[in-house]
């Protein structure tokens, strides 16, 4: 019998979990989602079963298509976010712990360590939670360390161990690995957000698939979901 009128432009309506029910009609991992998506709307372009009113075979296909292309950005901007991120963190440690030793310099030099902290402006510190350091937004740390780099330079310790060589060294590297971190974590969050409001417009199309199948198919639904790429009843 082919597929009826009514469940041809009937408001088939998605299914939604109940309250207090754990399984999904549908899977909950990207990769699967999309993958179910674009089987299903190949699935649907073969299939005489007819549109819903809210949505057409080329509305499905196209959140699929958008959603699976997403899934893929998001992935590459976490990756490119990863290395220079793990290598801002081993920076951040270094400059953590070498900075005792430019506290020490600016001690001897004044006499004491609360003459000395007169100068820790100078050379960049900033008092954060109830101690001086180098501040803690990557950004303004950037700028933090050619400060001090500059000031140990005018300074008695321009040639220590923990002189001007060691934190320029540090600053140089640092300052563009902020920069593209700042600018590679604005661009993941933008391909997350971008990704998740996809998949929002993705999952209601699918569980109304699922249930319009189910609606015009009622003795062979199930074949007709494993057909459609639906290879569980529930996820």
Same mark, same amino acid.
């Given at each position: ?24 009609? #549908? !899977? &909950? ?5 999309? $993958?179910?998506?674009?089987? *299903? @709307?190949? /699935?649907?372009? %073969?299939?005489? #079963? !007819? &549109? ?5 075979? $080329?509305?499905?296909?196209? *959140? @699929?298509? /958008?959603?699976? %292309?997403?899934?893929?950005? &998001? ?13 801002? /963190? ?146």
């Amino acid at each position: 019998m082919p597929p009826s009128a009514t469940g041809a432009t009937g408001s088939t309506q998605p299914e939604k979990p109940k309250k207090g029910q754990t399984k999904d009609v #549908l !899977p &909950a991992g990207e990769f699967e989602l999309a $993958t179910l998506g674009l089987k *299903a @709307a190949d /699935a649907w372009d %073969a299939s005489p #079963l !007819p &549109a819903l009113l809210w949505c057409s075979k $080329t509305q499905l296909r196209a *959140a @699929a298509v /958008a959603f699976r %292309a997403g899934v893929g950005t &998001a992935d590459a901007a976490d990756d490119d976010l990863s290395p220079a991120a793990q290598r801002l /963190a081993e920076l951040d440690k270094q400059a953590d712990t070498s900075l005792k030793f430019v506290k020490n310099y600016l001690t001897e030099q004044h006499g004491s360590r609360k003459k000395g902290e007169a100068y820790y402006e100078t050379f960049g510190l900033v008092r954060e939670g109830g101690d001086w350091g180098l501040p803690r937004a990557r950004p303004a740390r950037a700028k933090a360390l050619d400060k001090l780099a500059s000031a140990l330079k005018e300074s008695d310790y321009d040639q220590s161990k923990y002189g001007t060589a060691f934190w320029r060294k540090v600053e140089q590297e640092y300052a563009p690995l902020a920069a593209t971190s700042s600018t590679t974590r604005g661009d993941s969050a933008r391909a997350a957000g971008t990704k998740n409001a996809q998949e929002d417009k993705l999952r209601p199309m699918l569980r109304a698939l699922r249930q319009h199948i189910k609606t015009n198919f009622p003795d062979t639904y199930r074949a007709e979901w494993r057909g459609f790429g639906f290879l569980k009843e529930s996820y």
